[in-house]
């Protein structure tokens, strides 16, 4: 499981009480260091939501994560006027 913090001391609470490793993330065209957040990866524990959300952060849902297949792409393409 991943977990995001916007602080690193939420992040290393959520790490130590977790057993997970702190670094620091990513988001998609971001290019300020300052702007990423803090991850915790780790193992799946009981009440981690709890745990998470009371330091202010958020989990990773399947949603988030892209499965292993591309999207298709389009064999032509659209048009909008004929």
Do not use: C, N
């Not at 939501?49 to 849902?61: F, N, P």
């Amino acid at each position: 499981m991943i977990a995001y913090f916007w602080e690193r001391d939420d992040a290393a609470a959520v790490a130590e009480r977790l057993g997970g490793e702190v670094r620091r993330g990513r988001f998609h065209g971001e290019d300020d260091d300052e702007d990423h957040p803090w991850v915790v990866e780790f193992t799946a524990a009981d009440d981690v939501e709890r745990v998470v959300a009371a330091h202010d952060g958020w989990l990773e849902t399947a949603a988030d994560t892209p499965s292993g297949a591309p999207l298709p792409l389009p064999q032509e393409p659209k048009r909008f006027k004929k």
